[in-house]
Each structure stands twice: as C-alpha cells, then as structure tokens.
C-alpha cells in the first residue's frame, strides 16, 4: 500500500479502517433537522454512520449519506430528537470495521437544547446559532466583552474591532486613562479592617467624561473625596 507517497509492505494481510478527521457542524440543536452535515476522513467507502451512544428511541438519526468516490468525505442529513441534548460520537463502520469512537474534537457533536443559554453570555443557544456566534464561548471575538453584551449594546460579537461605543454602560465602571487612590495616612490597628484611615482621601480621574453616563455620575475629569471626619 502507498500511504503520503511512502510504500510499506507487508507479509500478513491487514485492513484499513474508516477514519473521522472533523465533522461540521459540531453544535446542534435538538429537535431539528440538518441537511448538508459534513464528514471529513479516509477509507469512508461503503461506510454506514451512527451516533454513540445510540439509545432508543435514538438521539440522533441519519436519514442519509452519500459518500465521495476517493472515500474522503461524506454528507449526511441527520435529524435530532426533541430533548436529546449531550455529546454523541459519530462512528463510521464499513466492512474493514469502524473509526474509533473514542470521542475527539474530529468527531464530536454536542446537542443542546435551544432555549437554554449553555455559556451564560445571555443569549439562547438557538439565537446564537442563528447569529453565528459560539453558544459554548461567552465571548466568541476574545475581546472582552460577552456575546449578549455586544447585541446589546450594537456591536459586532463576532468582530473583536467592534466594541460597545460605551463599554461603561456594559461594565458600569470607570475607564479614564488614569485612575489614583492616594492614602497617605497610616492604618489604625483598631480599625475594622479595610477601614480609610487618612484625614484626606484624594480620587484623580484624568479621563474625559462621558455625555451618556447616567444621571448623578461624575463628570469631572477630576474629582476629590475629602474624609476629614473621624472614622
Ligand atoms: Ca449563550
Ligand atoms: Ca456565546
Ligand atoms: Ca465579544
């Protein structure tokens, strides 16, 4: 056999198995259907697929598959059943036998149920899906700001060049180029703990303030908290 170019040989006969490379989509919802289900692999010919563990009535179904001529790949359509969330493997199994169902991110489908919201970011998992953001990651873009936030506040959360045009409002704190708690006051042993000791307490913000803040926030670039009075 010749495998990436190379030519081994062998005395005694040996098979090949199926193998399962990547699956796309990789989340899905239960109680739909999905057409156009990509499998990416190797000696796929004459495979039959199956999700593992099969239960009864199963989780998942294939209604169909149709395999490329080279065995590389296959589409499927798959319907899944109505509450039947969890990981479930996909399996290929043709006459050599079958590709492992170890279960990996190459051929691991996780079904959720499309009401709940599985990251926490504030958004269903089904409205997710439909947006194209990750309903396993509270922050698809990795810049900071959760998914919910972004649609929120309209901002791209699938852009991490988009960002809420108020990240105050998201965060609900300041966010001046410059921020300084000066105490110079030592501490008092006999005061509770965490306690400020100092006559004068001084808060420098040297950022600009925000028109949109809220009624009764600071607007000053600089303001100063003076705690003249015994603690
Ligand atoms: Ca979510
Ligand atoms: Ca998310
Ligand atoms: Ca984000």
Redesign the pocket.
């Known amino acids: 056999m010749t495998v990436a170019g190379n030519t081994a040989t062998s005395t005694s006969n040996f098979t090949v198995l199926p193998l399962i490379t990547a699956i796309t989509p990789t989340v899905v919802l239960a109680g739909s259907t999905v057409t156009g289900f990509q499998v990416q692999g190797g000696n796929l010919l004459g495979s039959t697929f199956t999700f593992v563990p099969e239960f009864v009535p199963p989780a998942v179904t294939v209604t169909s598959a149709t395999i490329n001529s080279a065995g590389t790949s296959a589409t499927l359509n798959i319907t899944t059943r109505a509450n039947a969330t969890g990981s479930f493997v996909l399996v290929a199994t043709n006459a050599s036998g079958s590709s492992s169902p170890v279960p990996s991110v190459a051929n691991t489908l996780i079904i959720l149920n499309g009401t709940a919201d599985a990251d926490g970011d504030g958004l269903s998992n089904t409205d997710e899906l439909q947006r194209g953001t990750n309903p396993l990651n509270r ?9 919910g936030d ?1 649609v929120q506040h309209n901002s791209n ?1 699938l852009d ?1 060049n988009s960002l809420p045009l108020n990240p105050r409002m998201v965060f609900g704190v300041v966010n001046g180029n410059t921020f300084t708690i000066l105490n110079n006051g030592l501490p008092d042993p006999n005061l509770p703990f965490m306690q400020v000791v100092s006559p004068a307490f001084t808060i420098n913000n040297g950022g600009l303030p925000d028109p949109n803040l809220p009624f009764m926030q600071v607007v000053s670039p600089t303001f100063t908290i003076d705690n003249a009075g015994q603690p």
């Open positions: 922050d698809t873009d990795g810049d900071g700001f959760n998914d972004e959360p991490a």
